[in-house]
């Protein structure tokens, strides 16, 4: 996953909301919701970003 949000170009943190699309682009909780959950560019859903535990 990028390590920056594709939108505002910032890193979400490890704990806060972020979404992911299937290309892998990384997007932080406020840029997902502008989006509807949706990429308008390339299309398909945003899913939550999975947790790293450990």
Not at 6 to 31: L, N
């Amino acid at each position: 996953m990028r390590p920056i949000c594709e939108r505002c170009e910032v890193s979400p943190t490890q704990d806060g909301p972020a979404s992911i699309c299937s290309y892998e682009c990384a997007f932080c909780g406020p840029r997902t919701e502008e989006m509807a959950g949706a990429r308008p560019n390339r299309g398909g859903e945003l899913v939550a970003r999975p947790r790293r535990t450990g």
